[in-house]
């Protein structure tokens, strides 16, 4: 089992950052694949970031360039790094971990609001 919970969520401006993390605790070992997702009221879940099967950190669009995902092995923690927040990033992010039996497991969501 893994148990994921994400902080930093919050309000802020358009144009504005933020930092999003998702600690892990549990079977860390057995975690091969790591994202996080924003789901939108009344959009499906979406994929925004995630690392490659070698650890290369990507994002998707319309993030891309916008948004960082990285790691800290040492505090089984990831981050994604936000900037030039804009309205239509207003979401629920999740933190999402895929462990070598392919369970996937979910934190519970931290609301991210951008609105001026």
């Known amino acids: 089992q893994v148990q994921l919970v994400e902080s930093g969520g919050g309000s ?26 924003r789901q939108a009221p009344g959009k499906q879940r ?32 990831i981050y994604l790094q936000m900037n030039s927040l804009a309205p239509e990033d207003t979401a629920v992010y999740y933190c999402t971990a895929v462990d070598r039996s392919k369970t996937q497991y979910w934190g519970q969501g931290t609301q991210v609001t951008v609105s001026s």
Request: charged letters at 15%.
């Open 46 to 77: 979406e994929m925004v970031a995630a690392f490659t099967d070698d650890g290369s950190p990507y994002s998707v669009d319309p993030v891309q360039g916008r948004f960082t995902i990285s790691g800290d092995n040492a505090r089984n923690t």
């Open 12 to 37: 802020v401006q358009p144009g504005g950052s933020l930092r999003l993390s998702c600690t892990a605790s549990g079977s860390i070992p057995s975690v091969n694949h790591m994202a996080w997702f």
